[in-house]
Each structure stands twice: as C-alpha cells, then as structure tokens.
C-alpha cells in the first residue's frame, strides 16, 4: 500500500522561532517565475512565511504556505536553519526527517514554461540556432516549498522539434510518468501541442530542470529549480542560483555530425557562460556575471553544472566556502577553497563574505576578487587554442565599483574527481543491508560496441554503451506503452529488471571504465575516460568509488554500507569503478546514463525496470494519467507522419534519443 499525502504529515523532532532578513542579487540572474495558487490572504494559525532565500532581483521574496498544517509554525532562523516546521504535539519537520517517507503538504505552484526557437548570445557571439524557456536563457527560476505540489505546463512552439522536460534529481515518487524522457515516460510534446507535468516537492535543495529530447538542452533549454526546506548550516541570506555551463556557438546537433563518420571526431565547444553570460576567447566583452556581498554576513550560493561536457572546479579567490548539501541530499557541513562539481551535480555552499588575507594571496584593498570556473583536466573539450578564461565573475564588496580584479587563484589539484568521498556525510542517514556483491552478476562496462543500422541501415558506427547494446529509443513507441512486455527489444536497453519480489530490498550495481581493450570482450573497445552517471527515481548510496577498474576482481574494494555518500550524479573515473546500491521502493522503468550529452546521444544509458507489476497496477488506478500519454503521443505520431516537418526529410532521428 502506497503511503498518502494526508499521511505525511507524521513527523520527528525540534524547536525555533522564524524571521528572515535578505537582500538582492546583483548582476546577470535567471528570470524568476511567477506562480499562482488558489488561496486567498492567509489567516495566522497554519505556517505562512518568507522562504530562506533572499528576493528575486524584483524585490518580492518567495513565501511558504502550509494551510493544511493548522496549529504548526515555522522554526527556522538565520542562527539555526534546521528545523523547518513545528508542530503542536512534539512533532516536526526538520533536517532530521526521513524525507524519502516523511514531507509537509504544502500548496500547489502553478507555472508555464514556452519552448522556442531564438538565436542566443551568450558571450558576445551570436548561436541562431538557440531554444529557450520564455524568451531568456538560462530560462526562468522555479521555486516551490518542502512538501508542495508543482505543475508545469510546457507548450512547445519549435518548428522541427519535439520536446520534454526532465526535473533533473526529483524524485517522482508514484509519478513516474512525469520524469520527462521522451521514448521511456512519454512521446516527444509535438509543435503546438502542451503538456502539463505535476509532481510533489518530496526532496528540498537546489537543482535543473532541462529538456530530454536528444541534445536540445545544449542549446539553451536549461533552468534552475529551487525546493526550500531546512539546512545544515547556518546563514543569512540567500542568492539566485549559479548556472556553469560550456557553451558552443553552433547547434548541438550540428556538433554531433562530427560524430556520424567513418573516422569520428570530438564535438568540441567555444566557451564558458555562468547564468547565461561570459567572454569569449576574451575578445569579445560582455557583461560579467556579478554578485555583490557585504563584509561578514553569510550567503547561500546554490551552484549547477548544466554542461554538455565539463567537469568544473569552482572557486572564488580569497575567500571559503561551507558545503552542506550534495545534490538533494544535506550532508554535515565541511570547509574548502574550491568544488568539483559534475555535470548535472549540484551543491548548496555557504559564502562567508571575509576574505582571506595572506602573504601569498593578500586580500585585494578594492573590494573586488575573481570568480572562476576551471575545466577540470581530462573531463572537458574545447576547440582548440581557444581554451575559455577561468575568470568568467566578479565578487563585489562595492557595488558601484567597476574595477577588475587582480586577486590570484590559490594553486589546488585540477584533478577531474568528485568531491573527497570520505566528507559526504548525510544528516539523514542510510544504513545499506551489509552483503557480499557478486560483480559478476552486477557489473557494467562502459565501453564502445558496434551498432549497425543506426541511424541509416548502411551505418556501421561505434558507439557508447554499458553493456553489449547501446540505448536507441523509439519516439513514438515509449516504454511506457509497453509495460505487459516480458522481453524487450534490445534496442531499449532495458538490462535490468528488479522485480515485485525485491520491493524495498537493496540493489547492488558495480560499473567499470576499462582503460584499454579486454581479453573477454574482443567485440567491445574501451578508452580512459570519465564519466558522471545520472540515476532517475531515485538517490544512491555511494559504497565505493576508485580509480582502478580491476580492483574489483582482485578484492581490493572496501564498501562503505554505513551512512554512505549518496546522490543522484557521480563520477565514474577513467579506468575506474563505482559501486552503488538503491532501494528498490519507486515503481518506474527509470534511465541511468553518462550526462555527458555527446554520450547519452551515443546510446550510454540502460532503463531499470523496477516493479513492472506494481508499476502496472498504479497505472492502472489512474487512467486519467495513461489517457493524457495516449493523447500527447496520437499528437506526435500525426505531427511526425507529415515528412514536411521535419528538418531532414531523409533522416529524423540520428541519435539515441536522449
């Protein structure tokens, strides 16, 4: 039996009293989108607050609202930002709270997000081959409270393309069919046609939402989400968040031509844009991304990797940050200098806004330091000789000070790693059933496999793949068609099933990166390159991350079953492995794959079918649900029927998909 939302409201433990001073973000930042919900002035006996963020750059802060929570209160300050809500009777939710079973019901946020196509500069170059959300690039930020429900409503106005949006990290508990991945959870959304995606704010933290369809996120349909929820440590206000990306001034799938030859070569990329704006090549000025900060307070900075293919070390000079989230998962605060962030990885850091005074690095008497974004080694590919400035902002103590930094990068490992392992402590911890992994039942090997046929029947390419079979899904023919199967085309890649029985039981995966070809797999080539595994539907827990693939067979692997890392992206190293573990409590065929978008578009991803008969059964009980899938892919099968839509008239669909 499914847990209900009026159920949710049973909770744990803690005390507070709520108020919230902010101020706003200055320079480049995402449109901040309006919402509407049908509660009228709230009366005071439920939680009715100011979120801990800071305002827009409107000037308007974002408010909480609990109106089924009557008797409770909020319990956050700017001293202690752990507990959320307090309720009447000991009861509270907190950052102690299981919140994979345990939420507030919040209010529903309504929002509208229109696809186009538009022509993007970025960074002082001219991409016409740009797609956005509501006119702006990164598209606008959407933002929710712990607990509440949130529908977005996506209407597609591109000409040639079809499109979907993926709530990158959340969840979708019972709603699988809202995770957004065109060929799994849904038809593309045709040309003219919307489609309302509506799911609970289960998880609170900051991360992306971003279009499925192929590679059209690279060409701009990215934006932020922001869930508010409690912290670990401590601050005083909040700011917009930070979107890095790579960024290239040609489309994405022209890019990807280079790949479709007999001799492939890297799709590469011109720059570096953080919330949208950069310096090419420092040739072409434009405006910096600016935030400026008062001496001692203490800012939430909420950092994204939305890239194609970078890996990124952030840091801004003379100054520490607090880490004290992983993705959506708030782990016990710790100290650095710089971040390693992975594509699709995010982190909630706390910016104490004293800057460091040494012999080395003194501070700079202007106010002004160097925000930078490193391309970690190994992990990034642009055109050569045109390597991107890793000064791409600027930290103010003065905001009408114009002048350039000339403060120094301290000299830290460009390394492409995650994150030290050992210093991502949840707050809420997992303890992972303690068993003896059979790797050879559990193991993938990322590496290249021949796949004939695709996208022409005379093509013979290699591919990326985990396994024997690289994914090629079928637009207009999703797997959520086709949940009766019992066998599966190869095609779907759907290599792992976790049936009924293994309900809320652990799944053990090890993947290996093989740096050079193997005896055992002649058909297959491996090559030394890393690669950051996105998960949909659920977190893992971290049990073991190293840099030599054959550990695994020789023994050398110690699991961490403990309170684990956990996340929903990690790095698998080059010539390494990973071993991860998930508990099998979401119904849902859901995709892990290389956020490497070049990689994903060549088939490196699986589908994990959890639960096909319980998944049945939900779906069942909803037909409302299935008969709005039917209605979007009849809407696409009659689009795509008409060749005069398409951009290739001889060949639609020349990549894996997603």
């Not at 538009?118 to 081959?129: K, L």
């Amino acid at each position: 039996m499914w847990i209900t939302d009026a159920c949710k409201a049973v909770v744990l433990s803690f005390v507070a009293v709520f108020h919230y001073p902010s101020v706003s973000d200055e320079g480049p930042h995402q449109d901040v989108m309006t919402f509407t919900h049908g509660h009228s002035t709230p009366e005071i006996d439920y939680p009715y607050f100011d979120s801990p963020s800071g305002p827009d750059q409107d000037g308007k802060v974002f408010t909480c609202n609990y109106t089924d929570l009557k008797g409770w209160k909020p319990c956050t300050t700017k001293d202690d930002r752990s507990c959320w809500l307090k309720g009447p009777y000991d009861q509270n939710f907190t950052i102690n709270t299981d919140y994979e079973n345990f939420w507030p019901i919040g209010i529903t946020r309504e929002y509208h997000l229109n696809v186009t196509d538009q022509s993007i500069n970025g960074d002082g170059v001219d991409n016409p081959f740009g797609k956005v959300f509501n006119g702006k690039y990164p598209g606008p930020w959407i933002q929710a409270c712990w607990g509440d429900l949130i529908k977005v409503t996506v209407h597609n106005h591109l000409k040639y393309n079809g499109t979907t949006i993926h709530w990158h990290g959340l969840r979708q508990l019972e709603t699988f069919e809202m995770d957004g991945v065109n060929g799994v959870t849904q038809c593309p959304i045709a040309p003219g046609d919307s489609y309302t995606y509506t799911f609970r704010a289960v998880q609170y933290g900051t991360s992306w939402y971003h279009s499925h369809y192929s590679l059209q996120y690279a060409d701009g349909l990215a934006g932020p989400i922001t869930i508010y929820g409690p912290s670990s440590a401590p601050f005083d206000e909040g700011r917009n968040p930070i979107l890095i990306t790579d960024w290239s001034h040609r489309s994405a799938f022209q890019s990807w031509q280079r790949e479709l030859v007999p001799n492939p070569t890297r799709p590469m990329m011109n720059g570096v844009l953080i919330n949208g704006v950069g310096n090419f090549a420092g040739s072409f000025p434009r405006e910096r991304f600016n935030m400026t900060v008062t001496k001692g307070k203490k800012y939430v900075l909420r950092v994204i990797n939305t890239s194609v293919d970078t890996t990124w070390i952030f840091s801004i000079d003379n100054h520490n940050f607090t880490v004290m989230s992983t993705d959506f998962v708030p782990i016990h605060p710790y100290s650095v200098s710089h971040l390693v962030l992975g594509i699709g990885q995010r982190y909630h850091i706390v910016l104490d806004a004293n800057p460091t005074n040494t012999t080395k690095m003194p501070a700079n008497p202007d106010g002004n330091y160097w925000v930078r974004t490193v391309g970690a080694t190994g992990c990034k590919g642009f055109e050569p000789g045109n390597e991107p400035d890793e000064r791409q902002g600027i930290l103010r103590y003065n905001a009408s000070s114009k002048l350039v930094p000339t403060t120094f990068r301290e000299n830290y490992s460009l390394e492409c790693r995650d994150e030290a392992y050992d210093r991502l402590s949840p707050v809420y911890e997992w303890n992972v059933d303690k068993v003896k992994i059979n790797y050879t039942k559990s193991q993938f090997d990322i590496g290249l496999s021949k796949f004939a046929h695709r996208p022409e029947l005379m093509d013979n390419f290699t591919w990326w793949a985990f396994g024997e079979n690289p994914l090629w899904l079928n637009f207009s023919n999703p797997t959520i068609l086709n949940l009766k199967n019992t066998t599966w085309d190869p095609d779907y890649a759907v290599d792992l099933v976790v049936p009924d029985e293994k309900k809320d039981k652990w799944v053990y995966i090890a993947i290996t990166a093989p740096p050079a070809p193997l005896k055992s797999k002649p058909n297959r080539a491996f090559a030394p390159v890393a690669h950051p595994l996105h998960l949909h539907g659920h977190d893992f827990a971290l049990l073991a991350q190293g840099t030599n693939f054959t550990d695994l067979d020789t023994g050398n692997v110690t699991l961490k079953f403990d309170n684990p890392p956990r996340r929903d992206v990690t790095l698998l190293p080059a010539g390494g492995y990973l071993v991860v573990a998930f508990k099998a409590d979401n119904p849902g065929s859901w995709l892990f794959h290389c956020h490497i978008a070049w990689h994903a578009s060549s088939g490196l991803a699986i589908q994990i079918l959890e639960q096909q008969k319980l998944l049945n059964r939900i779906l069942d009980q909803y037909p409302e649900k299935m008969k709005e899938v039917n209605r979007v892919c009849d809407n696409w099968n009659k689009w795509f029927k008409n060749d005069t839509n398409h951009w290739n008239a001889h060949i639609f669909q020349d990549d894996s998909g997603i």
